[in-house]
Structures are given as C-alpha cells and as structure tokens.
C-alpha cells in the first residue's frame, strides 16, 4: 500500500550528459557529470550508473573532487548553493549557503576556500570570486565571504584554467587572455595582432588550458588554431607559438602529464587530436567519433580520457586512444517530431535521434540501447543545407513491423517524400527493409497508424495526407513463385469533400477507423471502409484523436486547437461531453480505461470517457512546457490502494518537456530505481557481474559448503572448489591471443567443473580395481605406518571439523611422489 503524498514528478532521465566537463575520481573508477538537477556517478569499466546524487533544486552548473578528500565531491547549483558528497556511498555531507547564482565551480589543494564564477547585474557580465568555507558541524552552513580575483570573464568554465598548481588563473573572452597572478596579486592583460587590425577576424578566443606543471598557457581559437603561450609574466616579452590543425573552432583543450606532456583538443570535426610534447609535426588522431566534441578530460592519474559530446554522449577513451565506454544518453534532437512511442518488444522509449535515425532509449537504466538507420545516408553538417527529415514512426503488429516517413523539401512544389516498411527479423534481432514507397500521397503526411486488433487477420496500415486523401495500406503476397515474398500495396483510397485529412486512429477492437478531416470527424467501417458516420462540432482543427479502451470503447474523443475537448458516443452517434481545455498532449493507456491529457498550462488531468469527474489533477508538472507523453505498461503491477492513484497500477506515463527532459509519476526517487546489477556492482567492485562471475565468484564458496553438509553420513564427498581448477584458471589468466580455438576449450572447460570419478566411495569401486592397486602397492614399512595413521584418523569422533577420507587411487599417488628421490634440491 502506498500512501497519497509519496506520489510526485520526478526526473528519470533526458537530461544533458555533456553541459560540463566530466570529472573523474582519483582511481579511475567512476566518472561524474551534470545531468540537470542532479550529478551521476558511473563506473568506467562498465557503464553502469552506480549513484544519481540528488539533492540541488536547480541546474547543476560544476563538480569538482574535494582536494584534501579524494572520496568526496563538491557541486554548485543555480539555487545558489555548494554541497559537498560522498560519492562512494551517495550521501550529502554539508551544504553551504551562497545565495546567488553559481555558474561554475574550481577548487584548488592549496586553498581553503572555492572558486565560483558569478553574474553581476547586467546579464552578460561575469566575475570569478573565492568563496571561504566556514568549518562548522552543523549541515547547513552560510558562505557569504566572498573575494573578487578577476572581471570581465565568460560564464562557460571551458574559458577559466588554473595553472602551475594554483599559482596563477587564465582566463579568456572574445579578443582578451586575462592572467591573474595570486602571489603578486596583478592581472596581465594580452591580445592577438591581428584582432586589433582587422574589423571582422576569426582568432577570438573560445577555450583555454593551463600546464599543471610549467608556465603555459594553451588557448583555443574560432579558426581552429591552438597557441601556446609563454613568459606571460612580462606582458612585454610574452611569446606564443601556433598549432593548427583543426578546420573550424576549437571546442575544448585539455592537458595530459603522464608519460611526457601533451595536449588534447576536439572540435566540430569530431576527431580528437593529441599533440606529443605540444609539437606541430608529433600528433595523433582517433577520428569519426560520432558528433562535435564539446568538453575534454583528464584523469588524474593520466590513464583515461573522457570526451563529451554534442549528440548527450560521453566516451571513455585510454591512453593509447583506444575507446573503452559508451555512455549514451538521450540524444537530442532539433524537433521530436515522431513523438514518443513504446517498442512492444524491449518496453524502450522510441523516437527521433541523431539525424535519420530512431533512438530506442531504456527507461529503466537511463541510457541509449541503439539506433535504427532509417534515411541511410551520410549526413553532412553544412549550415543552411536542406536536410532529409524523419516526421513519422509508427509500431504495429505486436512489434512486427515498424513504418517510417521521411522527407524534404526544398522549395514548395519540390516535396520529396518516401515511406518505408520495415519487419523484425528474428536472427538479427533487429528491423530490416521490407517496402519503399516513393511519393506515397502528393501532399505532407500527417498522421499513420496500425490495426492492433488481436483478431485482425492481415496487417493494415492507414496514413493521412494534407492531400485531402487517406490511404490503406495491406501485406500481400508479393511476388515470385515460390510465394515467400510479402510487400505491402494501397488497397484503399478514402476522402472528404477535398478537405485535408489531419488525423486518424483505429477502435480497439479495428472494426472502426476514425479519419478527421480538419473540423470534421469521419467514423469508416474497416472490412467495407464504407462512410458510417461524421461528426462536427465546428470547434476548430482536429488536433488529436483516440478511442476509448475496454469497457469504454464506446467512445471517440478529439482535441481541437480552440482548446476545445469532445467525446462522441459511438453508439448514439451523439456528443456525449465537451470541456473547454487547450490540451498538448492526448494519450489513452493501452492497459485500462484512462486517458492522460496535458494541457498547455502544465496540468495533468487524468480521466476516464465514461465519468465527468477526472481520477487525477497536478498542476504545475514541469517549469517547462511538456510537449509529449506516453504510457508504458509496467512489468509487475503496482498496488496503490487510493483512487486517484489506481490509474498507475498497471502502466506509468512518462512526458517530455521542451528541453528534453523526461519526467514521470512515480514514488520512488532515481537513486532508488538503479537496477540491482549497478548495486551490486557498486558493493564488489572488483568483481563485475559477468556469466563467469556467477561460476567463479565469492559465493561459490558458500554453496560448496553447503552441499559438503548435506553429504552423507559415512559417505564424505570433497567438492572441488573452481577457482583452484587448473583448466579455469588457466582459461581465465591466459591472453586471449595465445588461447586455443573454443572449441578445444569448451570440452576440458566442462569436465574440470564435474564431480571427478575419483571421489566415489570405497564401496563403489569394483573389486577387481581393488586388487590390481593392492599387487602394484609396496610393502613398505612407512607406507603401512601412513595407511594405519590415515585409518586412526577415520576412526575418530568427527566433530565439528570434516577430515576427507582418501581413496585408494590417491593413497596410490601419494605413495608416488615419497618415492621421488627430491636430494637435487639441496645443490641448489
């Protein structure tokens, strides 16, 4: 049972990954980011988000580690705050009370205090200030001593570096390098030549990196030349020296000590340079890393890198430039035009992703699984070049087909449009082509839709078209011979008084189709696809259209863009009700008779067709206008016992904002929904959880023991433990480019974890056995004196300690190896 106040919006994903740098903890372990109100822990080695540290109640804006305490971290926040975390085990140590907003964070070993970066009263002025820590063991403590270091700096920390372990701090904006010097307490101002002369020149500065360990300054500039400055500390004898490489501005720099000096940058060319000893001639690439390179790091201790990019991806990247992790999050887009969709299959979160792509995204764990090519063709970032957008999706047939459209337009009578059918291949595991349509309707389509119906027979598909027409779509037979090609083919074409055709859905059951054309609702038989009836309320534009489900499947309702929403009784042919509401979004729950509805004001409302009365009203959802939403039906019910909440028992509703955020209904926290893996990932870190770990791991232990007790009495059986199996081990330890073929392994890798045959009773080895080890035996006096020690031992009072009894094939071996003659040693 679940009581009314838990309920509440919460964030549970979409957030950006790559608003700030990443920052990585002192072992290498984790790596932390920003993710809108909250800071995410994930482990290098396997992606995995091990903790979300929540706690700020605005965007936050920097992280950094705690220098005097590598286990915690520092963030600050828009609300005006500093808190200070353990990372290890999740918990919020202090806060501390700035009270204005806090655009950026640094924290230096040698200071007590912190750098913040600040607005001053007009808008686009900055200043970075300390702010002195107070000591205090009280949780909430007040910072107000602040002390102004430098003015005239942008708010973006890519363009603040400390250098010269905290000596002095560099910063740039526009044409200006600005280097404030701690110990003397002056700033040194430089400028480029060239900025003076020319009106409009393209070297402004756009980031900066300072050497932990010399006096140099490497600044990023929009041409894409990186330059390295030196004796800044005479601002007549300075020099600087030119990197060029990059075709257009430099994004991010950062510096790397280990194993020699070298400098890391990235751009719009998604490539990451590395320049050896900072030369012109000694650089290194790895290239087509997917989009625009916006912020770089450094491990400390130098052996990972971690490069956030434009597309809400952060990639993990070792010394040696080799990519080890993907962290993927929600890719956003320009426009979601498809609008969110549940993939039957996976239960993922479909819509649009990098260009020409759909993004299948994982509402339990918070990241991307993969993307599903659809325009398959190269894209190409040209600024004001007409691209091929994807403005349609839709899944039918339980997840066994997909149908996409795609198009572009140049000038208004040069539409090129194309829809494509896709069906799931089994083997693959994924959608393969099946049918292209070019220029399926002569106008935009607006809306398409499956037949779902558990009955239905063939599979149908509906798209509605500004042509004034409406199309059905059927799977035929398509072809050869052999009959074992299908395609789909129009088998209807369906229209009202010329007017556009702007929506269309199927009854539950697909005995119906509803098709509105502007204000008119048309209500069309789907076995004849004869007109029955229409409805017309002339409330303006149809702007969304559903069935109702169930035991309310009896109604039709519409939203208009009046703001008008109508419900129609099917079987009265009669406006049941209207509501004067300007809704967003309009979605019915595939498992119950609800319908979610958002309106424009951020206010959920959540009702059945049946009852004038709504289950469920929360105002004010979101700071942001939420533009789409979803059902996605859960798993294993849930058991709210209160009316108002009965309406997520059996499915949650999820909703985008208009910053890409995702939000839902929920009563637990996102650090109490990481799945158990990361947990327990979290408290054996040193073990992943892999197939071999369930075979090898601590717990097998256990289990030996376990089954040791409950052995026989008189029969005492000695499981092998694996970890001690030499065919394991050496499996596991060997390098994998000097192993034999799986095949020669997999038959020795079974027999070692098999009881051996050794290990059976004396009772149950045949008496042949028996005599022929008794004639090879020798009579030794020490070999008898070991056998009646050996049956001495047997015979005792067992207690809590279990001796093994020996075979006699392993008193035979044994009597082997006394009988080596082991004198060579002592010349040794």
């Not at 790895?286 to 201790?301: D, K, Q």
């Not at 030996?704 to 394991?728: G, M, R, S």
């Not at 050496?730 to 480019?737: D, G, K, S, V």
Request: hydrophobic share 35%; net charge negative.
């Amino acid at each position: 049972m679940v009581e009314e106040e838990s309920l509440r919006v919460v964030r549970c994903g979409g957030s950006e990954l790559n608003f700030r740098r990443a920052v990585f903890s002192v072992d290498s372990k984790y790596v932390f980011c920003v993710s809108g109100d909250f800071i995410k822990v994930y482990s290098t080695a396997t992606e995995e988000c091990v903790h979300i540290l929540q706690g700020h109640r605005n965007l936050v804006t920097g992280i950094q580690l705690n220098p005097r305490n590598h286990l915690q971290l520092y963030s600050c926040s828009f609300d005006g705050t500093i808190k200070l975390w353990d990372y290890v085990d999740g918990i919020l140590i202090k806060t501390f009370i700035v009270g204005c907003k806090l655009h950026a964070l640094f924290a230096l070993a040698c200071e007590d205090s912190v750098f913040v970066t600040i607005n001053k009263e007009k808008p686009d002025v900055f200043q970075l200030v300390s702010v002195k820590l107070p000591k205090s063991s009280s949780q909430e403590i007040e910072a107000k001593e602040l002390s102004f270091v430098l003015d005239y700096i942008n708010q973006s920390p890519k363009c603040i570096a400390f250098g010269n372990e905290g000596e002095y701090v560099a910063a740039v904006r526009d044409f200006y390098l600005s280097v404030y010097f701690f110990k003397k307490k002056t700033t040194s101002r430089f400028t480029l030549s060239s900025s003076r002369n020319k009106k409009h020149a393209k070297n402004n500065f756009t980031c900066v990196a300072c050497h932990p360990k010399e006096d140099c300054i490497a600044t990023g500039h929009r041409d894409g030349k990186i330059r390295l400055w030196r004796n800044f500390d005479d601002e007549k004898k300075y020099t600087y020296t030119c990197l060029h490489w990059h075709h257009d501005l430099v994004m991010d720099l950062a510096f790397s000590v280990t194993e020699g000096s070298s400098l890391l940058s990235g751009g719009r060319e998604s490539v990451l340079v590395e320049w050896r000893e900072a030369a012109e001639k000694n650089k290194e690439f790895l290239p087509r890393l997917g989009a625009t390179i916006e912020h770089i790091s450094v491990s400390p201790a130098g052996d990972l890198f971690c490069t956030s990019h434009s597309d809400n991806k952060m990639i993990i990247i070792h010394r040696n430039l080799e990519a080890s992790a993907v962290i993927q999050g929600l890719v956003k887009d320009r426009n979601i035009f498809t609008g969110l969709m549940i993939d039957p299959r996976t239960k993922a979160l479909v819509l649009n992703g990098k260009p020409g792509h759909l993004q299948f995204y994982s509402l339990q764990s918070d990241k991307q699984l993969y993307n599903l090519d659809i325009i398959q063709q190269e894209y190409i970032n040209d600024y004001g070049l007409i691209q091929i957008e994807l403005t349609k999706a839709a899944f039918g047939c339980y997840g066994n087909w997909l149908a996409t459209v795609e198009q572009r337009q140049e000038k208004e009578t040069e539409l090129e449009l194309q829809m494509k059918l896709w069906t799931y291949n089994k083997k693959t595991q994924g959608f393969v082509l099946n049918t292209k349509v070019n220029m399926p309707h002569e106008d935009h389509i607006t809306a398409l839709c499956f037949c779902n119906a558990e009955k239905s027979e063939n599979p149908t598909l509906v798209t509605t078209s500004k042509d004034g027409h409406f199309k059905v779509w059927i799977l035929t037979d398509d072809s050869d011979i052999y009959k074992k090609a299908v395609g789909w083919t129009c088998d209807f074409v369906g229209s009202y008084h010329k007017y556009q055709a702007t929506n269309c859905c199927f009854s539950e059951d697909g005995s119906l189709l509803a098709v509105s054309f502007e204000e008119i609702v048309t209500i069309w038989d789907s076995e004849t696809w004869e007109l029955k009836c229409t409805f017309c309320q002339r409330a303006g534009k149809i702007r969304h259209l559903c069935f109702g489900r169930l035991t309310c499947s009896k109604y039709l309702l519409g939203a208009t863009e009046n703001g008008i929403l109508c419900c129609w009784n099917l079987l009265s042919c009669a406006l049941e009700w209207s509501a004067k509401l300007n809704m967003r979004v309009l979605e019915p729950d595939p498992n119950s008779e609800n319908i979610a509805a958002i309106s424009q004001s951020s206010t959920v409302f959540v009702f059945r067709p049946s009852e004038p009365r709504p289950l469920y009203i929360q105002k004010n959802i979101s700071r942001e206008e939420a533009q789409w939403g979803v059902f996605v039906p859960r798993d294993v019910p849930e058991s709210f016992t209160s009316e108002a909440y009965q309406w997520l028992n059996r499915s949650q509703f999820y909703f985008l904002t208009k910053s890409q955020s995702l939000l839902t209904f929920s009563t637990q926290s996102p650090e109490e929904k990481l799945t158990p893996t990361s947990k327990q990932l979290l408290a054996e870190e040193t073990l992943p959880t892999t197939p071999f770990y369930f075979i090898l791991g601590k717990h097998r232990q256990q289990q030996q023991d376990d089954k040791l007790n409950e052995a026989l009495e008189d029969e005492l059986v000695q499981l092998p433990l694996t970890e001690n199996i030499p065919a394991i081990s050496e499996l596991l330890h060997t390098p994998a480019h000097v192993l034999p073929s799986a095949s020669f392994l997999c038959s020795m890798f079974v027999n070692s974890l098999l009881l051996s045959k050794e290990t059976k009773s004396a009772e149950e080895i045949p008496d042949d056995v028996s005599m022929e080890e008794e004639k090879e035996s020798v009579d030794s006096d020490e070999e008898n004196n070991f056998t009646e020690q050996v049956q001495d031992t047997n015979n005792t009072d067992l207690g809590k300690d279990i001796i093994h009894q020996l075979s006699k094939s392993e008193e035979k071996e044994l009597r082997k190896f006394r009988k080596v003659d082991y004198s060579w040693i002592t010349a040794l």
